[in-house]
C-alpha cells in the first residue's frame, strides 16, 4: 500500500480516551434521525442558522457586559471571536 495514502493510525491510552468522552455529551439520536433525512443542502443551511444563532446569543451577552459601547463595535467584537482571521491592531 502506498505510504501517501494509508490512513493514519493514532494509538491513544484508554484513559485518554475515557477522559476525551466523558467531556462529551450523550448523543441525541432523535436529532441524528432528522438531520439524517435532510438533504446536503438543507445541512448546511440547518448549520448556518445554528452559527447565527451562536453569533445572535453572544451578540445579546456581549451587550449586557458592556452596555456603554456601539453597535458596530459590538458586531466586531463578535465577528473578532467567531473568526480565525485576525487584523492588525492600530
Known sequence: MNDA???PQFQFEPRTVAEIVRGLDPIDWVQLGLLARLTPAQRVLTGMHVAEMAKSAWRGTLAKMYPEISR?????????HFTTVRMESK
Open 5 to 7: 495514502t494509508a490512513e
Open 72 to 80: 458596530s463595535e459590538l458586531n466586531m467584537r463578535v465577528l473578532a
